[in-house]
């Protein structure tokens, strides 16, 4: 039975019981086989052996299986009831009224959680899976701050010490979650570092070096490689991080059986690909072999236009080239840190379960500039009174553009959004935008070399 609070001009809200117990896999429903991470060296398929050595045994199990759920540990359960979740599906009614729209805007409520984004629904598994087998030290690398935020909290709540690698331009710009992440007893070091071989020898090349997420994701990878009893949590894009995301589309198909509707357009923001995944995986599962009833739309910054402008190709996860390499579409590894507020949507690739569904075209995928969205976030905070993240506020204009699109057709579709995070920390990011002071920016010509071809 399902119970909680479920009205259609508010939204629904479920209790702690009605949780989901598993994760969703989507590999064996995809249209077909996912192309294998390959070695950097041998550009042989990455063995689970490897794998082990950088991440925890039960996550590196997840990213290999063909099995369709996963069970949610007790743990684990105990503390997402506590973030709390499930968390309510909200109605911008507000917003509709202010559009003259007659479509209905849904939101999921990802922001409520005490890091203020959706992070802590991968981030809390792995630091518990890692916690489990022993593992003393987890470490990993953060942009903007968000997946650093969760990762500290979550190891905090499992008893696990944490070193967290961040971009250090951000770090400087935006201390707000260095603090959280300190506060939550974490070791913070700014990227690139003297703790790696890598960061110093970026630093000596340059001692003002401002840092990028795949440098970071580099010093982590060495550090852990350095350490036998530190292992890498990361925060999206691979198979176990999409999957433990799907806590959030099992739950609004849940919310919106309830409510007796279906959803016509389930759009979000894209910056590896995990939330939006994890929030529509549940739905295509049914659509992908079954009747399509819904537009699936990722939405990604024009700075950073991996699956609108960029290839479908093999690329490195990482700038220092150590990890594999990964089929995926990207706008290349060495693509240089995009001046954009939205943090979360900087890096270069996306998950590759996701890139295969978007080249398939089972999900399609759009761009906007940062001041189309925080045009859209300010009307967002105006009507709904939520800071939204930069990020999410990507998923946000998509779907006012839709709903205005529905103005003129007289359709009254069911639009959803993922509000994967709030923007309460990104505060000098509205005031830029408020001052006229924000810029959009967009990559010249984009163009991947063939790494496979490449001799080492
Ligand atoms: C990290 C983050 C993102 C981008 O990551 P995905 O893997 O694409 O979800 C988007 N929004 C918020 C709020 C984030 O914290």
């Excluded at 042989?44 to 299986?65: A, D, G, H």
């Excluded at 993240?389 to 998923?395: C, D, K, L, N, Q």
Aim: aromatic share 10%; glycine share 8%.
């Amino acid at each position: 039975m399902v119970s909680g609070f479920c009205d259609i001009d508010y939204g629904v809200s479920l209790d702690p019981e009605d949780m989901p117990r598993q994760w969703y896999n989507i590999i064996p429903d995809l249209p077909r086989k996912l192309d294998p991470m390959l070695d950097p060296v041998t550009k042989e398929p990455v063995k689970r052996s490897q794998m082990e050595r950088l991440f925890p045994k039960e996550v590196v199990k997840q990213q290999f299986s063909e099995e369709r759920w996963f069970d949610i540990p007790e743990d684990v359960l105990d503390a997402y009831r506590r973030l709390p979740r499930p968390t309510p599906l909200f109605r911008a009614k507000r917003l509709e009224e202010y559009l003259h729209t007659p479509a209905k805007i849904f939101y999921k409520g990802e922001h409520v959680t005490p890091v203020g984004s959706m992070k802590p629904n991968t981030a809390l598994p792995q630091a518990y899976f890692a916690k489990k087998q022993g593992i003393d030290l987890a470490v990993s690398e953060t942009g903007a701050g968000q997946w650093g935020a969760a990762l500290s909290m979550s190891c905090a709540f499992f008893g696990l010490r944490s070193r967290i690698y961040m971009v250090r331009v951000s770090s400087i710009q935006k201390p707000g979650r260095k603090i959280m992440m300190q506060t939550y007893g974490s070791e913070v070091l700014e990227s690139p570092s003297k703790n790696t071989e890598f960061g110093r020898k970026l630093l000596s090349e340059n001692s003002e070096h401002p840092g990028s997420l795949g440098i970071a994701i580099s010093e982590a990878v060495e550090d852990v490689l350095s350490n036998e009893n530190a292992r890498y949590l990361l925060a999206s894009s691979f198979n176990y991080a999409l999957a433990h995301q799907t806590v959030i589309g099992q739950e609004v198909k849940k919310q919106l059986e309830l409510l007796d509707i279906e959803p016509d357009v389930m759009t979000g923001a894209i910056g590896g690909g995990s939330n939006y995944s994890g929030f529509i995986y549940p739905f295509l599962k049914d659509q992908i072999h079954g009747e399509k009833k819904t537009d699936f739309v990722a939405v990604e910054s024009s700075a950073v236009p991996s699956t609108t402008r960029g290839q479908y190709t093999y690329d490195y996860a990482d700038t220092a080239e150590r990890t594999p390499l990964v089929k995926m579409y990207t706008t290349g590894h060495e693509f240089a840190n995009p001046p954009i507020h939205a943090g979360g949507l900087r890096y270069h690739g996306k998950a590759p379960s996701l890139s295969l569904l978007i080249n398939e075209g089972y999900v399609r995928s759009v761009s906007y500039g940062q001041t189309r969205v925080f045009e859209s976030a300010k009307l967002f905070a105006q009507t709904e009174g939520i800071f939204t993240a930069p990020e999410s506020a990507h998923g946000l204009t998509y779907a006012i553009d839709e709903a205005i699109r529905c103005k003129r057709t007289g359709e009254s579709k069911v639009i959803i959004f993922n509000n994967c995070g709030h923007g309460l920390l990104d505060l000098s990011a509205y005031n830029d935008y408020n001052n006229g002071l924000l810029q959009d920016w967009e990559p010249a010509e984009i163009n991947v070399p063939d790494y496979l071809k490449r001799k080492n």
